[in-house]
């Protein structure tokens, strides 16, 4: 069942200034995770804003669960819509306790039934036993904790995270992120989250969807959007990627480091760019090799080699941490592509 | 379809009636000023030696403004930056003398310093050398009870400066008497300028001090005009020009700051080390507390030495007599302050939702009136305009209003600001419309600043004098009247002292509750 539909939404701040979403379409099915991507001021927060509705959109139409939220005919406010957020920064209430920030949007409730519904929700949350605490005694694990916990008390049809794992440190960030998805998955809520940070959309979400100045360039699932980019703006800012000029030719497509199939149906003659991911190209050192490493970036579980070509082009490799090869040594790059994704030049 | 105005209705229907009662008085003053014939205001200008009297406010605001500085910026810095002894007591204790409205002060030193004084009597000498009765006296006196200002704001920012922006001046090179005049020194302008401002204007339209000091300056003059005569023109005239300058001060003041930044605020800075004074500590122990005897241990001893003068009895049955002013005092303030309070919270919270800031840019303009301006502008107006409002304690109000909704309007915006917007909208997104969410969320984020700017405005219009005299209804006098007029009429006497005691202990607690509630940020003006 279609949860969320947006119709060619569209914002904008300035009249002077290009739309801060632009005629953006898509759909999020019950029950899904989805994930928006972008670099900042790409309008991924205004997007939410606008589904949350503290924004009114320009034009288009914001519809949950069929009813219009935002169109022509009318807009509803935010507390109208039945749609739980998670803020970057909380925004918990400093003047409650853990239960009260909870059961704040419980006021429907009669007083028993809040009583339930937040010690239920604080269990599932893992926070049973800081129902007392005010936010400021908190760790910052436990308040992202609250304040999702406060967002899913009302059952929202719908819950908006922004950024939710941004203000956290690294090791915290990789827990909470399982943690969110199996509290989501389990009470059946249908998510929406932004973010800049790719491995947090692939690992969180069904769907990903990458936005740019305003304009959705691709919605897919994460393997798609990685080794399918629709657009160049997909294949450079989701992974790293190289891309090498090639020649459209009978045999297929001739570049610096040999003949790639021709899928994307080009016509003879056609010159074109070659996307090459870093594990899409190995080398082997080779006296007589025309390549040479000229930078090597020791990540841990991978090494990054960096290789000039003859024609002056960089690529990257991603090589096993073990392997080690001054700079300066020559090598004979190779490329082994399973998906050739290729664009025009 | 929620379109967005920039003048929602009920933006207009808190600033129409605030713009009204701050443009109708200016535009009354102008328009009643311009009436007269320009060769006749120009003689009776020569007649009454206009050109000296400016000069000679001129002069006293300058030198009321240095002595305060000279007062206010040395213990600034003795308390914040270096190890004098008891400095936490005394950065309590320095900015308490606000709590003594200057004409108090003047009551206070002409019991002490006038001829047949307290001090020319210890001495043995009829009178002393320099008159209490002239520029100079008023100086003394306005300087005294107004060095808080500068005290404040300089105090407040050293606090603020960031150490390490120091630490790198001394690391590129610089000598610490380097580091002070380049680095230091340079960051305290804006906040210098600031209290230098503050005082320069409120020596500038000083009403009270030089009207009890028989100094005559452009707000005597226009006081005496309204008094003696029906003549509206002259005293009109007269308040636009003492308005002009006020506004050129600021303007130049706003010039003056440029574009540069000053402030270098970092979440976790560590305060700055303290200065070993070494031998001189003792010598800086003796000024700070020669400042703070001169500006509250002596006042309150000489006030309530007087009072103790008269038989207990007798002061009873006449404080009783008084009640009726104290009251009047009360009420009108508390209402000038709930009414300013309820305003620029209103603005305030309309602000963050698309109000033009022109609105409170508007209410800047009443806070640079001078209060004598402002009485006399809002007296003619009021008679033109609604004279149902003339002649009513509402009057007074409606003046605490404009003279004070920027101090008030400020508090609402530093404790608005405390707020990020993300908290509303977590509570609209729980299900609460505008009104619910404010009620539930803001309003008890942001109580402690709207208890601060109350009293703020509270304090301010229970000590306001120049306004009160022109605007109050006949036969209504507050506290601040009756003691103007015992000290005018009868002279510094144990009834006078005693008011005045009752006056500046009324003061004093909420003003020592909006210094422990830490608003030293917030401004006070006049």
Redesign the interface.
């Known amino acids: 069942m279609e949860l969320l539909a947006l119709d060619r939404v569209t914002k904008r701040y300035a009249p002077d200034r290009p739309p801060a979403v632009d005629a953006l379409t898509l759909t999020v099915e019950q029950g899904e995770i989805l994930a928006l991507l972008g670099p900042s001021g790409c309008g991924k927060t205004t997007t939410l804003r606008l589904i ?3 924004e ?1 959109p320009d034009s288009g139409r914001v519809v949950i669960r069929g009813a219009t939220m935002a169109g ?1 005919e ?2 509803i ?9 998670v ?3 909380y ?5 409650l306790t853990v239960a009260e920030n909870v059961g ?2 419980l ?2 409730f009669g007083r028993t039934a809040r009583q339930e519904r937040i010690s239920q929700i604080l269990e599932l949350v893992g926070l049973g036993s800081f129902a007392r605490r005010y936010p400021h005694e908190l760790s910052g694990g436990q308040q992202q904790r609250v304040a999702l916990a ?2 899913l008390a ?1 059952a929202p049809a719908l819950i908006l995270l922004d950024e939710p794992f941004s203000n956290l440190d690294a090791d915290l960030r990789a827990q909470m992120r399982e943690e969110v998805e199996r509290i989501l998955r389990n009470t059946g809520t249908t998510g929406i989250f932004v973010t800049h940070d790719q491995e947090e959309a692939f690992t969180l979400a069904a769907r990903v969807g990458v936005l740019n100045e305003g304009r959705l360039e691709q919605l897919d699932a994460p393997e798609t959007i990685y080794h399918h980019p629709a657009t160049l703006f997909v294949a450079e800012f989701v992974g790293a990627a190289d891309f090498l000029p090639g020649l459209v030719t009978p045999y297929g497509i001739v570049t610096e480091l040999g003949v790639v199939a021709n899928t994307g149906a080009w016509k003879i003659g056609e010159k074109v760019k070659v996307m090459l991911r870093p594990d899409d190209i190995t080398f082997v050192p080779s006296s007589v090799g025309d390549g040479m490493i000229i930078r090597r970036d020791f990540r841990g579980s991978e090494t990054l080699y960096c290789i000039r070509l003859p024609s002056g082009h960089r690529v990257h490799s991603s090589q096993a941490s073990s392997s080690l090869y001054p700079n300066g040594t020559r090598v004979r790059a190779e490329v082994h592509l399973i998906h050739v994704v290729t664009f025009p030049a | 379809m929620t379109v967005r105005r920039r003048w929602s209705p009920a933006g207009l229907a808190l600033a129409a009636p605030t713009a009204f009662f701050v443009i109708g008085p200016l535009g009354f003053l102008v328009w009643m000023g311009l009436a007269q014939e320009r060769a006749d205001f120009l003689e009776r200008a020569r007649d009454l030696d206009l050109l000296m009297v400016v000069g000679q406010v001129a002069l006293l605001a300058t030198l009321t403004t240095v002595w305060a500085c000279a007062l206010g910026v040395p213990l600034a810095w003795l308390t914040v930056r270096t190890d004098l002894p008891a400095r936490r007591l005394l950065h309590w204790l320095a900015p308490l003398p606000l709590a003594i409205p200057p004409y108090i002060g003047a009551l206070v030193y002409q019991i002490l310093l006038a001829p047949g004084g307290m001090a020319p009597r210890l001495l043995g000498t009829g009178s002393l050398p320099v008159s209490l009765y002239s520029v100079a006296g008023a100086a003394w006196i306005l300087g005294l009870f107004t060095y808080p200002y500068p005290y404040l704001l300089v105090s407040g920012a050293l606090e603020r400066t960031n150490p390490a922006l120091e630490e790198a001046a001394r690391g590129v090179g610089l000598s610490p008497r380097h580091v002070l005049t380049r680095v230091t020194l340079p960051l305290l302008r804006p906040s210098l300028l600031a209290g230098a401002l503050i005082v320069f204007l409120y020596g500038w339209a000083d009403f009270g001090v030089v009207s009890l000091l028989r100094v005559r300056t452009l707000t005597t003059i226009i006081y005496e005009y309204v008094q003696g005569t029906l003549d509206w023109a002259l005293p009109a005239a007269l308040s636009v020009l003492l308005t002009a300058i006020t506004i050129l001060v600021l303007l130049l003041q706003l010039r003056a700051l440029g574009r540069a930044r000053y402030t270098q605020i970092v979440g976790a800075a560590k305060p700055a080390p303290r200065i070993a004074l070494g031998a001189w500590r003792w010598l800086a122990f003796a000024y700070a507390w020669g400042v703070l005897t001169l500006t509250l241990l002596l006042p309150l001893g000489v006030l309530g030495y007087q009072v103790s003068r008269l038989p207990a009895s007798d002061m009873g049955a006449f404080l009783l007599t008084q009640w009726p002013y104290f009251v009047n005092s009360l009420w009108t303030a508390v209402a000038g302050a709930s009414l300013a309070l309820v305003i620029a919270l209103g603005i305030g919270w309309l602000e963050g939702r698309g109000l033009s800031r022109s609105v409170s840019g508007l209410f800047q303009v009443g806070y640079a009136i001078p209060g004598t301006v402002l009485g006399l502008g809002l007296a003619g107006f009021l008679h033109a305009t609604l004279p149902w409002i003339y002649g009513t304690p509402l009057a007074l109000i409606v003046a605490y209003l404009v003279l004070y909704i920027t101090p008030a309007y400020q508090a609402v915006k530093a404790a608005l600001a405390q707020l990020h917007p993300s908290i509303e909208e977590a509570a609209r997104s729980l299900g609460r419309g505008p009104l619910a969410a404010f009620r539930a969320v803001t309003l008890p984020l942001i109580k402690p600043g709207l208890v601060a700017g109350w009293l703020l405005v509270f304090v301010l219009s229970m000590r306001e004098l120049a306004a009160t005299l022109i605007v109050r209804p006949p036969g209504f006098d507050t506290l601040p009247v009756r003691i103007w007029i015992h000290a005018m009429d009868v002279g510094p006497e144990p009834r006078a002292a005693a008011l005045a005691l009752a006056l500046v202990l009324t003061i004093a607690l909420p003003w020592s509750l909006l210094l422990s509630r830490r608003l030293r940020g917030i401004s006070p003006s006049v």
């Open positions: 949350a509705g503290f009114v022509p009318g807009w406010p935010p507390e109208a819509r039945g749609v739980g957020i803020f970057q920064d925004a918990l209430f400093p003047h704040f949007g006021h429907h406060r967002a009302p």
